[in-house]
């Protein structure tokens, strides 16, 4: 079964620093995989996705990440975090030849100033 | 810019009471998805519905549950008679099929809250 892991639930980092957040999936075939956000009370925002196009994805807001196809990973990155980057993260899968999109558990992402 | 619109925004219901939560999807896209958000967990998939029937549905969305799409531009989802497990942030999205008919990336509305009392 497809599946999507998120090994961190908190990050810290302060302000300026680089952010690393972490996500492995699971599947059988090529996936599409997708960030989203989720500020306090908001809904949820795309940040950028992957669809067997280019394997390093650049997103809105500074983010990119790159799709490892030999480490079933898609991990998230930023140069230097801001205080507005404080948020929930959601890696996202979606289970091919389906409508279905998995969530990870999240990743709380904190930024000290 | 378009964007999914969901109401109420927040709605406080008895247990036992039927609940309706309406969402207007962004025009041109054909899927329709709900999730929901148990507060300080993880975003859960409920159903996923196309061509006015349902594609997908986990083993959340049981007899419970029902979406329709009663005209061309909302999709609404009810809860017949509501548990006070059923509290929770309700998100409806959609999605365009895109060139080659994949169904792209997930468009949410802002949610609604539902407190089950």
């Known amino acids: 079964a497809q599946s999507v892991t998120q090994l961190d639930s908190h990050v810290s980092v302060s302000e300026g620093t680089p952010v690393l957040l972490r996500c492995n999936y699971s599947?059988?075939?090529?996936?599409?995989l997708f960030w989203y956000v989720q500020h306090p009370n908001k809904g949820l925002q795309l940040l950028l996705k992957y669809t067997s196009a280019a394997t390093l994805v650049k997103g809105i807001n500074g983010f990119e990440a790159e799709f490892k196809k030999s480490e079933t990973s898609f991990h998230l990155t930023k140069p230097s975090a801001h205080m507005s980057d404080a948020a929930e993260y959601f890696c996202v899968v979606r289970i091919s030849g389906t409508y279905k999109y998995i969530f990870g558990t999240g990743t709380r992402l904190k930024v000290l100033a | 810019e378009p964007e999914v619109t969901q109401t109420p925004s927040h709605q406080v219901t008895q247990m036992g009471q039927e609940v309706i939560l309406r969402c207007v999807p962004i025009?041109?896209?054909?899927?329709f998805y709900w999730y929901r958000q148990i507060l300080g967990q993880k975003v859960e998939f409920l159903v996923s519905?196309?061509?006015?029937?349902?594609?997908?549905k986990s083993e959340i969305f049981d007899d419970q549950f029902s979406v329709e799409r009663p005209d061309g531009s909302n999709f609404t989802l009810k809860i017949r008679s509501t548990k006070l497990e059923d509290s929770a942030m309700y998100f409806c999205?959609?999605?365009?099929?895109?060139?080659?008919?994949?169904?792209?990336?997930?468009?949410f509305g802002e949610g609604s809250r539902l407190t089950v009392l």
């Open positions: 599947s059988s075939y090529s996936p599409s």
């Open positions: 025009s041109n896209h054909l899927y």
């Open positions: 999205a959609s999605s365009d099929p895109g060139l080659a008919g994949d169904p792209g990336e997930l468009f």
């Open positions: 519905f196309y061509n006015n029937e349902i594609s997908e």
